[in-house]
């Protein structure tokens, strides 16, 4: 089946709120959630809700306190999220580093103590909408082995950069891995297969089972380079920012866990550098001498198609998702009369 995007900001709103999450908390994390869903990144959409209840529910994601400052100067700062939602802690992150390189020309917030924060690219364009150039990693559960190894220690690590342009969307947000998690937690829940060459068994072995690669490892993209970029990544957004590292990561895809990930946040504002103006208008000439070769995308391309579709044609639903929203809404005494 499928819902509208008002519908799912709507029915995650109602939910949170009656878990006694305030409303301008539960309004950024519907917010978050459909912005992946729009975009085509189904894993880490309305597909991740039913994992936030859990963390509710074991305490692990907290409704009360508040985003601590830790360390500061003009242009960085440490943040503490006290296991809030990792939605509203890396807004508030994004948020304070593009405060700081409107100032500055850059702002570098580090984060720990969150959550898992859904698609990292809706912060990448916290800054784009803001003119500046935006850039978030951070590290997750052990999810990839080390190249020549089965034993999972680095995470699957995503990477979010966005370029502001007058004309395109200028984005690009992916994980370092063959495949992000989110995505093999989906067919697991749908009863499909994987493709093949995205992850290795227990043992070591290919597999397009995606409950064994659970189980195992996912492969890095392009062998040796996404390793490299995984490993960088894992001390960006652990060492750097008091967060954990390595097979010390937990809670990003176990609810039960406290989450110990940490996430990095940079707002850069071009205006410091050069005429934000001819910096846009140099873009756009990259990307108009790109596309004149062929009919070829750019990173954002995709998320720009997929927006469009989901926004007139609406986001599927598949079946259990389905089944496990009307458990926690009859739960919660929710009437889904309508949406499900």
Known sequence: ???????????????????????EHAEIVAEVTLDADLKGFTSHGIGRFPQYIKGLESGTIKTQGE???????????????????????AYKGMELAIEKAKETGIGMVGIHDSNHFGVAGYYSDMAINEDMIGIVTTNTEPAVAPIGG?????????IAIGIPSHKHYVSVDMATSASARGKLLEAARRGEEIPENVALDCEGRPTINPQEALKGSILPFGAHKGYALAFMIE????????????TGVKGTANPSEMCTKGDLMLAIDPSHMVDLDIFKDQVDALIGEIKSTDNVFIP????????????????EIDDKLCQQFKDISEELNIDLDGIF
């Open 67 to 89: 985003v601590e400052i830790e360390n500061e100067t003009v242009s960085t700062a440490l943040l503490n999220g006290n296991h809030l939602f990792g939605q509203l802690v």
């Open 300 to 315: 954002g391309d995709m998320e720009v198609m997929n927006i469009k579709k989901h926004q007139s044609n609406g986001i």
């Open 150 to 158: 089965k034993i999972p220690i680095l995470g699957t690590n995503p």
């Open 1 to 23: 089946m499928k819902i509208t995007p008002e519908q799912e900001k709507s029915i995650i709103t109602e939910i949170l709120t009656r878990l006694d999450v305030s409303k």
């Open 235 to 246: 001390i960006l957004a652990g060492p750097l920012v008091k967060a954990a590292f390595g």
